[in-house]
């Protein structure tokens, strides 16, 4: 068996035991799992949900399911996500080397991990990359495992960013600390080994917003913009309920209820304009001369419509846009290649794709 990098966020006994259960369930045959989870296929909207991701929802469901989010503890859900998040992407890849940083953010330092990729040749690309959690959760040991993956699979260095999070300090001070942590990221690239002229930007869900925000926010300033922006499953419009969130907002993770909850962590006591482009960038005025945008959508996701619908606007405006939908995927799938294979496969084929959007 491969030892677990020790430069990755530690694991205690319980997490190694339902780590290996975990495995053992996805190696499964496929019949089995859909056995297991009820016995037949989930369909919907003419899609067909992976079977190990639908067994791992049945036994979420089975243990109380997702719950509501009235009366949550933040610090326990923050500690739960971290927990499942790391023991549901399976053994983390292995890169050339690892760094914690202190870097500057909107209002003063912030952490940040730096993965240097193993690739020959170089200096590389550098992705500058906001994780996900709902603006309210995650953190650099949560989103570890995907930063690994796209640095080692896609050829890219990669700046995780340890943005400041809601309800403690609401909008707009995570769009404040990705914008300075970009502008770090131009500054200080070089030094870190990377590629100073190929900076790029990404995210997944939340930190997908971050990234939009931010690609958005260079192209209307003097500032260098990135050379592409990576949206993983985005949240980009907080104004319209697209049909999605009908079609998936209760059972598949991400529910309805919770990302209202986010969005009432976020806003914080004063809720801002939902219509602001820093809030919901498929709202700005203008989305001509944005970055190359590579936007991916999960067919069981509440939010792949408005994703897809903010990939149709960006080439409206005249923006290269390469657009994937992985249809039998739910909401958080790059956490979930330690219980799901097809969610394995799906984000090594995503880490290549990007390899080849940096590189055209």
Not at 257 to 274: A, S
Request: with cysteine; aromatic share 6%; proline share 8%.
């Amino acid at each position: 068996m491969a030892r677990r990098d020790p430069t990755a966020p530690p694991m205690d006994r319980s997490m190694r035991m339902e780590a290996a259960a975990a495995r053992r369930l996805a190696a499964l045959p496929p019949s089995i799992q859909l056995r297991l989870s009820g016995g037949k296929k989930m369909v919907r909207d003419g899609q067909t949900l992976d079977p190990a991701i639908q067994l791992t929802l049945a036994l979420v469901e089975k243990r109380g399911g997702a719950g509501s989010p009235e009366g949550m503890s933040i610090g326990r859900e923050r500690a739960m996500l971290r927990r499942q998040s790391i023991i549901g992407a399976g053994l983390p890849d292995r890169v050339a080397s690892v760094r914690n940083l202190k870097i500057d953010g909107g209002d003063g330092e912030i952490s940040a991990r730096f993965y240097s990729t193993p690739e020959l040749g170089g200096p590389h690309p550098l992705l500058v990359y906001f994780h996900g959690g709902g603006f309210v959760l995650g953190d650099l040991d949560s989103h570890d495992s995907v930063c690994r993956t796209i640095c080692l699979h896609s050829g890219v260095d990669v700046l995780a960013v340890d943005y400041r999070l809601a309800p403690e300090h609401p909008f707009p001070a995570a769009v404040d600390d990705a914008r300075a942590a970009f502008d770090w990221a131009l500054a200080n690239a070089a030094d870190l080994g990377s590629d100073p002229t190929r900076v790029l930007v990404g995210g997944d869900s939340a930190g997908a917003n971050l990234a939009a925000v931010t690609a958005m926010g260079t192209a209307r300033s003097l500032a260098p913009p990135p050379i592409a922006q990576l949206l993983i499953y985005p949240t980009v419009d907080w104004v319209e309920k697209h049909p999605s969130q009908g079609l998936f907002g209760t059972g598949f993770f991400l529910t309805s209820d919770l990302m209202d909850w986010f969005g009432q962590q976020y806003g914080g006591p004063n809720p801002p304009d939902l219509a602001d482009a820093r809030l919901s960038p498929f709202r700005a005025d203008d989305h001509s001369g944005l970055a190359p945008a590579f936007i991916v959508t999960a067919g069981f996701d509440p939010l792949r419509d408005e994703g897809e619908a903010y990939a149709s606007k960006l080439e409206a405006a005249g923006v290269d846009v390469l657009l994937r939908r992985y249809p039998n995927m739910i909401h958080g799938f790059a956490h979930m290649g330690g219980v799901s294979p097809a969610a394995r496969d799906a984000f090594l084929e995503l880490t290549g794709s990007l390899r080849a959007f940096v590189r055209q």
